[in-house]
């Protein structure tokens, strides 16, 4: 938490809205806690950051982030031990993407001291609104938006970085089917795909939407050249078992640098499951499909931790994934999750202590 109090101006509400409430019943994302983090940039520096109560605030028209798309931002979780001591999850890695993130939007960097001071002071503010028991989160969201005026094609000169929180249970139930696309692509080389910009996810609305009306969950993503090489699953990066060895693309202009993707790949090393970082063509997926050596597909990300997919439909034809009872997806999402809940050992220091 940031060192005294002069360090940040703090307001509180006058009462919660905590006890209105269905902790057992939420949607992921739509209900956020009391207060809110701000901090604005503006005449070349960051300014005293701010928490307050969560609300509405006036914006220009003509900002910049409604014209130009200059907006960026993390996906984090708190989790609750059974001692009702809250922890976070690897925030170093989240600070440094979103940092590498702003670098490509032309957006001014954070510095430690407002990102994970800042986030461990509203996070312990909040920390009611984390729940105890596997499942039950405190889904935290930085973002950066570039909200200096004026309709020239130019990077902004004021920015607003702000974390908001929203108590979580699992982000996706049910079976996850999907489709590989053959003309839509995510990212390209020389583009954003490794920076967790707004863009990247708008872009992909209206494929996904085109796939959901087919009966699809998700679209796996090809690379934007040749349509070939099989990179990510909707909004996670996604993972292969073929035989018993687990193959993931590499991070690339592309793909994002998941931090659940670098946390399973450690993981599996420990356990001695084998993982190679490298391009999986489509070709050899299908081949797989057909003589039954693949035994898995996963998606990974900070929202879903590990979400399985059933089958994968490519040029019309869908296969089905055999039903398996090693699944290696599930030992990860089990290992990781203990950890996260500080239910098993944290021998790799991820965890961070509120």
């Known amino acids: 938490m940031l060192k005294n109090s002069s360090e940040?101006?703090?307001?509180?509400?006058?009462?919660?809205?905590?006890?209105?409430?269905?902790?057992?019943?939420?949607?992921?994302?739509?209900?956020?806690?009391?207060?809110?983090?701000?901090?604005?940039?503006?005449?070349?520096?960051?300014?005293?950051?701010i928490i307050k109560p969560y609300e509405p605030f006036l914006i220009d028209p003509s900002a910049k982030v409604f014209h130009y798309g200059q907006a960026i931002f993390e996906g984090m979780k708190a989790y609750k031990d059974e001692n009702d001591d809250v922890w976070l999850f690897r925030p170093d890695q989240n600070l440094d993407r979103f940092n590498k993130s702003a670098i490509r939007l032309?957006?001014?960097?954070?510095?430690?001291?407002?990102?994970?001071d800042g986030l461990k002071?509203?996070?312990?503010?909040?920390?009611?609104?984390?729940?105890?028991?596997?499942?039950?989160?405190l889904y935290i969201r930085p973002f950066m938006i570039a909200i200096g005026s004026g309709v020239i094609a130019q990077p902004s000169t004021q920015y607003r970085f702000m974390i908001i929180l929203s108590p979580a249970r699992s982000y996706y139930s049910g079976e996850v089917k999907v489709t590989i696309a053959e003309h839509f692509s995510r990212a390209a080389n020389g583009g954003i795909g490794a920076a967790k910009a707004a863009g990247n996810y708008s872009a992909q609305f209206y494929p996904q939407k085109l796939a959901q009306e087919q009966g699809f969950q998700q679209i796996i993503w090809t690379d934007d050249a040749t349509h070939t090489k099989l990179e990510e699953a909707g909004t996670m990066n996604v993972f292969f078992r073929i035989n018993d060895t687990i193959y993931?693309?590499?991070?690339?202009?592309?793909?994002?640098?998941?931090?659940?993707?670098?946390s399973l790949i450690e993981l599996a090393k420990r356990e001695g499951i084998k993982v190679e970082e490298r391009s999986v063509l489509v070709d050899e997926l299908v081949v797989a499909a057909k003589?039954?050596?693949?035994?898995?597909?996963?998606?990974a990300g900070t929202a879903a931790?590990?979400?399985p997919i059933v089958g994968f439909q490519y040029k019309e034809t869908y296969y089905e994934l055999p039903k398996t009872e090693d699944s290696i997806a599930l030992q990860l999402k089990d290992k990781l999750t203990k950890i996260q809940y500080k239910l098993a050992e944290d021998t790799f220091g991820w965890t961070v202590k509120i």
């Open 8 to 49: 940040i101006d703090i307001t509180r509400v006058t009462q919660s809205k905590i006890k209105d409430v269905d902790f057992e019943n939420l949607t992921f994302g739509n209900v956020f806690t009391d207060h809110m983090l701000i901090c604005d940039y503006k005449e070349g520096k960051w300014q005293k950051p």
């Open 106 to 116: 032309a957006m001014p960097e954070i510095s430690e001291h407002i990102f994970i």
């Open 121 to 137: 002071t509203l996070v312990d503010m909040e920390r009611d609104w984390v729940k105890k028991g596997l499942g039950n989160t």
């Open 248 to 262: 993931t693309a590499p991070v690339s202009e592309r793909i994002l640098d998941g931090v659940t993707r670098k």
């Open 291 to 299: 003589d039954g050596s693949l035994k898995e597909i996963f998606g």
């Open 305 to 307: 931790v590990v979400s």
